[in-house]
């Protein structure tokens, strides 16, 4: 070994060695700072550049990258220097880190993030960047570390020629991914154009953020108009707005900032309790639910006011509307919560808001969050066009779902609990639960208890022949069903566990918390369904 430089001479101090020197050059042409151009084209849409959206997710200097040195396999048909320049770390930047290290420890905080870069052949993905991608997820899987993908892209890469593949479907990346589904959390973001591949890695994960200008499909421009099926503007395939309503999209966010802040609060509910946050007066929700028990009423008050404050992340707002499913914090632990709308519906539980509601129950169970269920509902929906939806097997996954749950299920009635669909409010039946209590204001039924009466007690009831004289023992008879459903009444008979004071919700949820083990994870759950 020798102290000099190539020519003979003795390196000055201070000076860098030449392949120290290389090197600098070349991770300096990975920067924003080395590639203005880049920069300048996203500022154009109003977006942030892929290491931009990793600084703001990963804690400031903990950010350690893999391949970062890679470039695309087009090394037959360009030169180095262009590959440096169109090529840095072939469009995938990656690495590991922590995030919410500030709240967590760094076992809890650490994260991996992979961001696929729009500036580099359109954010493809190449020959080089599937490698670094399998690389990534070995790594996750070994050592269970949560992901966090930025899939912005356009899908598979056609100008990497440095290959004798023909089709290159032997790839392990979109398996690899899957296979993390249930053994680590997996937080997909979209922003822009995802298409083909990269929507594909999308669609793997366990929650979608996608914002207001991205469009997401199983297919981009070329490859609709290559199968024959028209010319369409991007603009046109799979927009936030109907990619919302139909469940894709589990959060909608303005841009990249939010999206990136509502990540970190999603893993925020996987890596563990905080301390204890304020909460509301809980002696309102005495006052939360009209005096007229027919009239409907907003849910997501109910909600805010029982959690502490701030920590409500609501998912697939815009579909399976009759149902709500949150992630929220109480004194600081991470909870799931599923409630019935009623401005919605009714509160009937359709073919959308059980599929919603049951891979709600797989996500809370396979990373250990109890649930919480605010019941109100007149059951199932019914009726010949609910069934023209396969309603009665989307409504049974409710039930499946929830007979293979470890968590904690906790079960409070605020107003009507009736037939199959409030039991599927209640993890499968009335004693499935931990607990199930019920407001004052809870009633209860096989079905609507003027349905059961003037359906059950048909033949009595039409034997009278004085129309006003029926109609009087038709109202005597729901009188008498509404006693009998009446929330004491159930109590009473053991079918549910109390009837409680609706300020005391909150305390029945924390002691139900410190009354059960917290479920000891061996191996790996099964895994979290797509839909």
Request: proline share 5%.
């Amino acid at each position: 070994m020798s102290d000099t430089n190539g020519d003979g001479r003795k390196s000055s101090p201070g000076e860098l060695r030449p392949e120290l020197a290389e090197l600098r050059e070349r991770l300096a042409a990975t920067t924003d700072a080395g590639r203005p151009d880049a920069v300048a084209r996203r500022r154009k849409t109003g977006q942030r550049t892929a290491r931009e959206n990793i600084d703001d997710l990963i804690d400031p200097g903990s950010f350690v990258e893999y391949g970062g040195l890679a470039l695309a396999e087009q090394r037959s048909t360009r030169s180095m220097e262009d590959l440096i320049r169109a090529s840095p770390a072939d469009g995938l930047v990656c690495g590991l880190g922590t995030v919410n290290r500030a709240l967590f420890d760094d076992e809890r905080a650490r994260a991996l993030v992979m961001a696929y870069d729009y500036t580099v052949f359109a954010g493809t993905q190449g020959l080089m960047g599937h490698q670094k991608l399998d690389r990534m997820l070995a790594l996750a899987a070994q050592w269970r570390v949560p992901v966090v993908l930025f899939a912005e892209g356009g899908g598979g890469r056609p100008n990497d020629t440095d290959t004798h593949t023909v089709a290159g479907l032997d790839t392990p990346s979109f398996l690899s991914f899957a296979s993390l589904s249930g053994l680590v959390p997996r937080v997909g973001i979209a922003s822009g154009r995802c298409f083909a591949g990269n929507a594909a890695l999308l669609g793997c994960c366990d929650v979608i953020i996608a914002t207001d200008d991205s469009n997401i499909g199983m297919g981009g421009p070329a490859m609709i108009e290559g199968g024959g099926l028209g010319t369409f503007a991007p603009e046109e395939i799979g927009p936030a707005d109907v990619q919302t309503r139909n469940g894709v999209i589990d959060v909608r966010v303005r841009d990249e900032a939010e999206a990136v802040a509502v990540a970190k609060k999603y893993l925020s509910y996987f890596q563990g309790p905080v301390p204890p946050g304020a909460c509301a007066d809980q002696t309102a929700l005495r006052e939360a639910l009209p005096e007229n028990r027919r009239r409907a009423y907003k849910i997501r008050p109910i909600i805010e006011m029982l959690a502490d404050t701030g920590s409500v992340l609501e998912l697939r707002r815009d579909f399976g509307r009759s149902l709500v499913t949150a992630l929220v914090r109480i004194e600081g632990q991470p909870l799931g919560l599923i409630a019935n709308d009623t401005l919605h519906l009714g509160g009937a539980i359709d073919a959308n808001a059980s599929d919603k509601a049951a891979r709600f129950f797989q996500l809370c169970d396979a990373f250990g969050l109890p649930i919480v269920s605010l019941c109100d509902t007149p059951g199932f929906m019914v009726g010949p066009q609910a069934e023209t939806t396969a309603l009665v097997r989307h409504v049974s996954r409710m039930f499946v779902n929830a007979a293979s749950l470890s968590v904690p299920f906790f079960t409070v009635v605020l107003r009507r609990g009736y037939g199959l669909g409030a039991q599927a409010m209640a993890g499968g039946h009335f004693h499935a639960p931990f607990f199930i209590v019920s407001w004052p204001t809870g009633e209860f039924g096989g079905m609507n208890l003027e349905g059961a009466v003037r359906i059950g007690m048909r033949k009595q009831l039409e034997a009278i022949e004085d129309p006003a004289a029926r109609e009087e023992m038709a109202q005597a008879m729901i009188a008498e069903a509404h006693r009998r459903g009446k929330a004491l009444n159930m109590a009473s008979l053991l079918e549910i566990d109390a009837v409680i004071d609706p300020a005391e919700t909150r305390s029945w949820i924390l002691r139900g918390l410190r009354s059960v083990p917290r479920p000891v994870r061996e191996g790996r759950r099964r895994f979290i369904d797509t839909w």
